[in-house]
């Protein structure tokens, strides 16, 4: 069952704990870097960045405790790291999207871009998603194929820490609706 989620817009004055929590919670990811863990103070960081460039928007993955439930509260569980009209007006480039492990597989990502998608068609004004995935990262290519991003064929090469890497370049173009909805109900599993 896929846990209710909605997305929030982050702040690094209120939201820089609970989204370095999500990175603690996601050793796999910084595994892949060679770090054993999150760097300390990495989630601060990240946030100032976001805030700091124009277009570029953080948004949290933020699960019902309680599904149907409001006074049982939410928590983050995941980031989406994004920049609209990058690196051209009719394109949103993703930079990450994250979900803590303890909420992998149970179609909490695939909720959030559900919810974002056609957010970026309408509101953010978009025809395109691009983005660029790890070649060691396997995981992260099916996932994104599976919401319909496909390969372009193009890679590029940068640093991260001492050692290249290699992203391999993804988009999908995104259709308008006439209906934008920042919350997602249970899945019922068929999809």
Not at 141 to 158: D, K, V, W, Y
Request: charged share 25%; with cysteine.
């Amino acid at each position: 069952m896929t846990p209710s989620i909605s997305l929030l817009p982050l702040d690094a004055s209120l939201h820089a704990d609970a989204l370095q929590r999500v990175y603690e919670l996601s050793p796999a990811y910084w595994e892949m870097y060679h770090l054993a863990q999150a760097p300390a103070g990495q989630s601060a960081r990240d946030l100032e960045a976001i805030e700091a460039e124009p277009g570029r928007m953080g948004l949290g993955i933020v699960a019902a405790n309680e599904p149907g439930n409001t006074e049982a509260g939410a928590q983050l569980v995941g980031l989406i790291d994004f920049r609209l009209h990058w690196p051209d007006p009719e394109t949103a480039y993703i930079g990450i999207l994250l979900v803590a492990e303890p909420f992998q597989r149970q179609r909490v990502g695939t909720s959030a871009w559900a919810l974002l998608e056609p957010w970026l068609a309408a509101e953010g004004g978009v025809r395109e998603a691009k983005l660029g995935v790890e070649q060691f990262n396997p995981g992260a290519l099916r996932f994104f194929q599976s919401l319909g991003f496909s390969l372009t064929g193009e890679a590029q090469r940068i640093r991260s820490g001492k050692r290249l890497v290699r992203l391999l370049a993804m988009e999908k173009q995104l259709e308008r609706s006439d209906e934008t909805d920042c919350k997602s109900g249970s899945d019922d599993g068929n999809d």
